[in-house]
Each structure stands twice: as structure tokens, then as C-alpha cells.
């Protein structure tokens, strides 16, 4: 059973650009979240996402973050126009369809923006 | 509520010792707890979790002690090996949500 998937592994965007973060969860999950980390410091929760619906978003800033988990595919975490407060790794998690379930991460995408 | 890091804390053990890895959490309402052990450049890696109705539970070489009257939590690790070596954060979620709150994190040192 294959784990949390998330591509790329490494991004490098220059400011201004466009960063795309995708996140496959482990088979059978149907809860995705997207947690961010900086250096030297805990992960922070930033959305959480069920098939075609955001459940929680308190963590997300309110401008250029956007995220979303079709009906098929993978989730997409979405930065427009990125500034350099915006490097950081992004780590997607996933856990099963009932409530209270432990949540599984991925590797992490780490996002430079130069 | 959320820590702010700063420089990690650092716990040094040789090989062969007992670790034991401390965290405290703010909100009396968090119902459910978990440590995740993190290695440089990946994600990530769940350790053991507990919920609110049990104060100790434990896995294979790891055991997870819980105390709600002082809100604390922490981890225990028997006969620590270099491959032990990482960070560990623990996290916790408020009743009726999803979302986990994580800890700055320790970091673990094992010296063979």
C-alpha cells in the first residue's frame, strides 16, 4: 500500500510565479490536509479538504493560497504570484473516512522562492 | 494553542539509554494526542498516539504517557538506537476538529 504521495519533491519559483504543490493520499483515505513548515519549527495547519469540499481553512492566508481536491486526482495545494515568506516545505497529509482517524504525511514538497 | 519556534531543544543519550522526550499543550479541550518522529528532509512519521480517556499507552520500544491535569505529554523510549535520531514533535486536536497542533519539537541525539 503505496504511502502519501506528493510531487514535486523540490520547487523553485521566482517571485511573481505561480507554485503548484499535488498531493495523492494513501488508498482508501479520503481526508487530505496541507500543513506548512518552516525552518527549525513545527508544522502549521494551513486546509483541510474532503472530495470536492474544503472542510477547514482557518489556516490558510486569505490571498493567493488556494487549494482544492477533485472529485478525481490528486489534491492541489495553489500559490499565486509568490513572494519569498513563502519558502517553506509543504507537507500533505491523509487519513481514512471516519472521524478521528491518525493522519499520515507525505514527503513534503520544499518550496524556494528566489 | 500553537508554539512559536525558536532554537530546537536538543536531548543527548547514548546508545543503550532510555529517552524520554517532554511536551506540554495549552487547550484542556484537545481530545486526542500523537508524536511523530521527523527525519532530516522527510515527512513526518507517526510514532504512537493516545486519546484523552487513556493517560499511558505503549507500542514497541515506545510509550506515550499522558497527564490532562497539568497538560502534559511525553515519550518514552526504551534502549535508544542511533536510527532514533530525529526530531520529535508531538501534536494535539480539539475536540471536533480535524486539524493537529504541533509542538516546536526536540531534537534527539544519539551518540553510539
Known amino acids: 500500500n503505496a504511502g502519501v504521495m506528493q510531487n514535486p519533491r523540490h520547487l523553485v519559483r521566482r517571485r511573481g510565479q505561480e507554485a503548484r504543490l499535488r498531493c495523492s493520499p494513501m488508498?482508501?483515505?479520503?481526508?487530505v490536509y496541507w500543513y506548512r513548515q518552516l525552518p527549525e519549527e513545527g508544522l502549521k495547519f494551513m486546509v483541510y479538504?474532503?472530495?470536492?469540499?474544503?472542510?477547514?481553512e482557518s489556516g490558510m492566508p486569505k490571498e493567493r493560497f488556494s487549494a482544492e481536491f477533485p472529485k478525481e486526482g490528486p489534491s492541489i495545494l495553489r500559490i499565486q504570484q509568490v513572494v519569498r515568506g513563502d519558502s517553506a516545505a509543504y507537507f500533505c497529509?491523509?487519513?481514512?473516512?471516519?472521524?478521528?482517524?491518525?493522519?499520515?504525511f507525505g514527503p513534503g514538497t520544499r518550496l524556494l522562492v528566489l | 494553542g500553537e508554539s512559536v519556534g525558536l532554537h530546537l531543544p536538543t536531548l543527548s543519550v547514548q546508545e543503550g539509554d532510555n529517552s524520554i522526550i517532554n511536551c506540554a499543550y495549552s487547550?484542556?479541550?484537545?481530545?486526542?494526542f500523537i508524536w511523530y518522529k521527523q527525519e532530516s528532509g522527510k515527512g513526518p512519521q507517526f510514532i504512537i498516539d493516545?486519546?484523552?480517556?487513556?493517560d499511558k499507552r505503549q507500542g514497541q520500544r515506545v510509550t506515550v504517557l499522558l497527564n490532562k491535569t497539568v497538560k502534559h505529554l511525553s515519550l518514552q523510549i526504551a534502549a535508544t538506537q542511533p536510527g532514533d535520531s530525529a526530531v520529535y514533535f508531538c501534536?494535539?486536536?480539539?475536540?471536533?476538529?480535524?486539524?493537529?497542533?504541533f509542538g516546536t519539537g526536540t531534537r534527539l541525539l544519539v551518540s553510539p
Open positions: 497529509a491523509s487519513s481514512p473516512p471516519s472521524k478521528g482517524e491518525t493522519q499520515y
Open positions: 488508498k482508501g483515505h479520503s481526508h
Open positions: 479538504l474532503q472530495k470536492e469540499n474544503i472542510i477547514d
Open positions: 487547550n484542556s479541550a484537545s481530545d486526542y
Open positions: 493516545i486519546r484523552s480517556n487513556m
Open positions: 501534536a494535539d486536536r480539539l475536540t471536533g476538529f480535524q486539524k493537529l497542533v
